[in-house]
């Protein structure tokens, strides 16, 4: 029992991760009809570039506030000078763009770190806790809490701001969006910013717990997606429980399956939710619309 | 049909055979020879892979999964069970086929990026399955002593004319189906799915086929490929070489069939460049042919999305009709002078 109780809890710290890279997908989703495949280089980014500053011997805040800052430009910069300039662009075009952003990232990054695997101090001791025989390390309750204030912040204000209300109506309608005097194109580059930032300080909490490299973008995107398209692609709040669910059977099959088939099975399960039902599992409005 | 394609490719298809057979004459050192064989492997993956992207309109990102898939199967029923490698080798383009048949069929109704995504799952689990499926695949060790190929002695020019004349093949298999009622099919599906199941074709099908031929060729591809290196490990199989298909695709055109081909030889020569601009120039560690793939699929996209060879071709028929035009004028004027002259 403890056991079992052991591996869920694995499972919520892997799936709030997940559940930030579903958001971001899904952020920009909404937008500008791009999936972003670059989605889990931002995440890469925010851990990486944090230890480099504090290599620099900056304090642990303050690199981590630079990072986020950091990350959250090259996305505005990506949506301005990349995404914005191929506007008309078809589907296939913009996957393989979007695919060659992330290798880019991917390359520099392993130019610049090579390809050693980083690992950051915990915000708080190393010493794990012990809650009725089920040891979660305390760096899991940070990325919990911060995976919680995320969603919240960003359920309020896409939900209760006059800023979420020109995202929604951008994603609902553009046309009509700009006739009311509000910008697509400024909202798309919100949208970036959005995603560049929650992907960062996802990025930064997960560091410590899991250590840091130049590839770990790749499988944190394949993941997110899978849970944004579990829950469903325009569902932020469906997407961020499938992203739970499926950090719980993955680490619930490490656990009793086999470690090594870890990642194959969050894929499966990808592969088969798109056989059975592609709107996901709580449904989603605009599939097969838009970007796709 | 031979006689429609050669009406229609002849100067390309005897420019490609006169360079072909002259490369290695050309380049008698060993090592360039074992890259133009190399190059030859890709580009039987990147003309399949062409089929999918530039003709059906959809994206696959691992196709270095079905490479791995046929590299394994030959591998392993040549090494383990002693069959021929000639066996091996139909038998590295049919179980790629399959896999691609039932993945395919699973996911032919999805579009853009669900494919994507689901193809690039596809990779994974394939890299990861040959990892773990130790006692047949040798896991992370990988497999050796796979049995050589024995064409005309086994030499690397022996070896060099065997894949290409497989490139030759696949080539002219692609021309073909691009010139045939089927290559129309494609076109059609590629400008406008709806319009095209309206006039009666089966976009799923015709989606499914291409899914399932460029599978095949990745397939007989890998399988060479085990034969000639006579190891393997899952490595190569990742996305990263996926990645490097892509790129291949994208530079030459994706429309094109000779687009793969020059984009496959172009990215094929850059990566040798790379390794030794690397062996050079000693703060060149890392993933420099990661930055230069993704740095040319972005560049590509943004300006110029048709790709090299469509590019040149406009350009070269632009140049043409200017020439005719030209001429033109020129005998209307000295006719006009003929006449003055006449009165």
């Known amino acids: 029992m403890t056991e079992l109780l052991q591996y869920v809890a694995n499972g919520l710290v892997s799936g709030g991760i997940y559940a930030i890279v579903a958001v971001g997908f899904i952020t920009i989703y909404s937008v500008s009809k791009v999936i972003n495949l670059a989605q889990g280089e931002f995440l890469m980014l925010g851990g990486m570039v944090t230890v480099a500053l504090i290599g620099m011997n900056l304090p642990y805040g303050l690199a981590a506030l630079l990072a986020i800052l950091l990350v959250t430009l090259i996305g505005v910069l990506m949506q301005k000078y990349v995404i914005a300039y191929v506007k008309k662009a078809n589907p296939i075009s913009l996957i393989i763009l979007t695919i060659g952003i992330s290798t880019l990232i991917r390359g520099i990054a392993s130019f610049i770190w090579g390809k050693d695997a980083f690992a950051l101090e915990p915000i708080t001791s190393n010493e794990p806790i012990s809650l009725g025989g089920v040891m979660i390390a305390q760096q899991s309750i940070w990325i919990l809490a911060a995976v919680l204030i995320i969603l919240l912040l960003l359920w309020y204000l896409m939900d209760k701001t006059i800023l979420g209300k020109k995202i929604n109506a951008c994603s609902v309608n553009p046309m009509a969006a700009r006739l009311m005097g509000i910008s697509p194109t400024k909202m798309s580059m919100l949208a970036f910013a959005i995603s560049g930032a929650t992907g960062a300080i996802a990025g930064i909490v997960i560091a410590p717990l899991s250590v840091t490299s130049y590839d770990i973008g790749v499988l944190l995107g394949i993941k997110g997606f899978s849970a944004a398209i579990l829950g469903g692609l325009g569902n932020p709040l469906g997407a961020a429980v499938a992203a739970f669910l499926l950090g719980i059977v993955e680490s619930l099959g490490a656990g009793y399956i086999s470690s090594g088939m870890k990642d194959a099975i969050a894929f499966l399960v990808l592969i088969g939710m798109l056989l059975i039902k592609p709107s996901g599992i709580f449904g989603e409005r605009s599939v097969g619309k838009g970007g796709l | ?343």
């Open chain 2, 1 to 343: 049909m031979m006689k429609q394609i050669i009406d229609k490719w002849g100067k390309s298809i005897g420019i490609y055979l006169f360079l072909m057979v002259l490369f290695p004459f050309v380049m008698p050192d060993e090592y360039y020879r074992s890259v133009g064989i190399i190059i030859g492997l890709q580009a039987i993956v990147t003309i399949g892979l062409c089929l999918v992207m530039g003709l059906a309109g959809q994206i696959s990102l691992g196709q270095a999964a079905f490479w791995g898939i046929g590299a394994y199967t030959s591998a392993v029923l040549t090494t383990k069970y002693g069959l021929p490698p000639f066996i091996g080798l139909i038998a590295a383009a049919i179980v790629p086929g399959l896999f691609a048949f039932i993945l395919g069929r699973a996911i032919a109704g999805l579009q853009g990026y669900y494919l994507a995504m689901a193809t690039l799952a596809f990779g994974y689990i394939v890299q990861i399955g040959i990892t773990e499926w130790e006692p047949v695949t040798g896991g992370a060790n990988g497999m050796i002593s796979i049995p050589q190929m024995t064409f005309f002695g086994g030499s690397e020019l022996s070896m060099y004319f065997l894949i290409w004349g497989v490139v030759t093949c696949v080539l002219l298999f692609s021309l073909n189906l691009l010139n045939s009622r089927v290559g129309r099919a494609f076109r059609a599906i590629h400008k406008s799915e709806i319009a095209a199941t309206s006039m009666g074709i089966d976009v799923r099908k015709f989606k499914l086929n291409a899914f399932v031929v460029s599978g095949m060729f990745a397939g007989i591809s890998g399988g060479l490929y085990a034969h000639y290196m006579g190891i393997l490990d899952p490595q190569p199989f990742g996305l990263h070489e996926s990645i490097k298909f892509l790129t291949m695709v994208v530079i030459g055109g994706m429309t094109s069939i000779w687009g793969a081909l020059v984009g496959t030889i172009l990215i094929g020569f850059i990566s040798e460049g790379l390794v030794l601009l690397s062996e050079v120039v000693p703060g060149l560690q890392g993933d420099v042919d990661t930055i230069v793939f993704g740095a040319i699929l972005v560049l590509f996209i943004m300006f110029m999305p048709e790709g090299l060879v469509p590019r040149i071709r406009t350009a070269f028929e632009k140049g043409q009709a200017k020439k005719a035009k030209g001429m033109a004028e020129e005998a209307q004027r000295k006719q006009q002078v003929e006449r003055k002259a006449a009165t």
